[in-house]
């Protein structure tokens, strides 16, 4: 081989492998679409955030390319967990299903439902509030009503549970108010067919999040806001699945006589204490008293149940811990599944 074929070689042949892809990127394990009115939308940037991240303010770790014209986006994320937001063309979305678990399996059907970011407030009443906020919140520029506004200090709670405050209903007008002191603060709004203010979101309810999050908000100001509100879809519903994790734990709520109890959840905690937050809320058991919950990670968790979420359990709330170990908890690795756990509650006195 002559010197200038050599020379070549060590050239050319590397960048030959990155364009067949012997050692070249690696396809995106983030994919799906960005949509609007059931629509594919191009153009939309998606930005991903660690979960460990202090801030979704600022530059994003992860970018993705503007979706293309059947509005498909891709990432190549590290493994762990993330928070999604989509921006583009005046319109926002923060991923309802928020903080989204990236693993061994790619995440490659995420449908990101986009609203309007720069839906304006009508002539609105004074606020009531001396300081603080007041927020309408609109669906498809329309008011929607009997809805709840959720403010958080920080990330720590995943923006998920009651928050340091929670306001509402919202009126006719979509007008909510809440009395704050200067901070900084993250504000979402939910509305659940349910009409329950904590636990997972289904299809039909409702979310939204402030797209200039985080606030900062000076001493002695009322901020006036708009929050363009998301309806789930069902589809959003069975990507919750894909995008919660591939751990299972599964089994079966009953009372003191054996028999399954209705309308019940099962509550998992990283805290041994269980006090605080449950980390994983399961929907509500039906007749059968069958309950499931999909985990991003392996690990060691205590597990219990009720029917009641927020506070703690009341005179009257059914309330019960899994007692297959001595400290309530439960064992697995990532992407085991452990199935046939039994969980016995009883009522509160």
Known sequence: MTPIRFWLSLVLLPLLAACVGLGGPRRPNLAGRTMLDGQPVAGIRVFAYPRAATTLAGAAPYVSV???????????????????????????????????????????????????????AA??????VDHGVQVQLLADGRPLPDATLYVYLDLTSDLKGMGYVMAGPSDAEGLVEASLPAGTYYLLARKRANGQQVGPLGAGDWIGYWPGNPLRLGE????????????????????????????LLAGTI???SGKPVAGVRAVLYSDAQMLNRPDLVSEPTGADGRWQLLLPAGGTYYLGARNTLGGAPGPGDLYGTYNGSD?????????ETLRGLQIVVEEMW
């Open 66 to 120: 503007p979706s293309d014209a059947d509005g498909r986006f891709g990432l190549q994320l590290p493994p762990g967990r993330y928070f999604l937001l989509a921006r583009g063309k005046n319109l926002f979305t923060y991923y309802g299903r928020n903080p989204v678990t990236i693993g061994e399996t790619p995440v490659t059907d995420l449908n990101l439902g986009l609203v309007r970011s720069e839906q304006r």
């Open 123 to 128: 002539d609105l009443p004074q606020p009531f």
């Open 220 to 247: 002695g100001k009322v901020r006036r806001l708009v929050i363009p509100m998301f309806r789930v879809p069902e589809k959003s519903v069975r990507q919750m699945k894909l995008t919660a994790g591939c751990t």
């Open 254 to 256: 009953r009372d003191a």
């Open 327 to 335: 400290d309530h908890s439960v064992r697995l690795k990532t992407g």
